[in-house]
């Protein structure tokens, strides 16, 4: 089956641009998770949800990111006034129930010009 | 305050080669410990993990060994090819009984020579 994808795999905004990254995790994955990868880093956890749930969003770094996933399926991470250190790659990972292993996607790559 | 302490940052090894990348932890209510391999454009893929109630795992060529009382973990590459050569990161969650946020290193980019 489709792993984990998302769109656009890039994205360049101009600095105070509004943007929106898809993610359309795995069918039957009900937890999905959100991580922020700088260049030559770790990716670093931003929110999670189990179903349309947000259950944590320690990680969001400012109250211009926020998440949601409406129908418990797609999720959107939308970025306002975007900022030059936005500028990362974003990741998202989906789950099963019950279960650790989380799958990645290949992420969406921003660049806050 | 960085949770997972990954080494080294880098790591060059002649095919065939065992490298061993290295991982500690601070917070005690890690109960999940997975490596991920990530290669340039891609997003990090799962290899293998491990919990604290076992202290080795293999699976295929990858082995993790765990020492719950050093808070340490580490990761062994038996047989190495040049087409394992990739970033690969060691992560930690605290499940308590569900899904969590993983904690990541900050990578070790693997180099294997021909």
């Known amino acids: 089956g489709a792993g984990v994808s998302q769109s656009p795999r890039y994205k360049v905004a101009k600095r105070g641009q509004d943007v929106a990254l898809r993610c359309d995790p795995i069918?039957?994955?009900?937890?999905l998770f959100w991580y922020q990868q700088a260049l030559g880093q770790g990716p670093e956890f931003l929110t999670y949800f189990q179903n349309e749930a947000q259950l944590d969003k320690s990680g969001l770094p400012s109250d211009r990111f926020f998440a949601e996933r409406p129908e418990g399926s797609v999720s959107t991470l939308k970025i306002q006034r975007t900022q030059q250190e936005d500028s990362a790659v974003y990741l998202c990972a989906s789950s099963l129930p019950r279960s650790y292993e989380q799958y990645f996607g290949p992420g969406t790559r921003l660049t806050v010009t | 305050q960085q949770q997972v302490k990954q080494s080294p940052q880098s790591l060059i090894v002649q095919k065939g080669g065992i490298p061993i990348i290295n991982c500690a932890y601070e917070?005690?209510?890690?109960?999940?410990f997975p490596w991920y391999q990530q290669f340039p454009g891609k997003g990090p893929a799962l290899l293998i993990a491990i919990r604290p109630d076992v202290s080795e795992k293999k699976e295929g060529r990858f082995t993790i060994s765990f020492n719950k009382s050093a808070k340490q973990f580490s990761l062994h590459i038996m047989d190495s090819q040049p087409g394992d050569s990739a970033t690969y990161f060691c992560a930690a969650s605290n499940s308590g009984g569900g899904a969590d946020g993983l904690t990541f290193g900050k990578g070790t980019h693997l180099i294997i020579q021909p």
């Open positions: 917070n005690t209510a890690f109960d999940y």
């Open positions: 069918s039957g994955h009900v937890s």
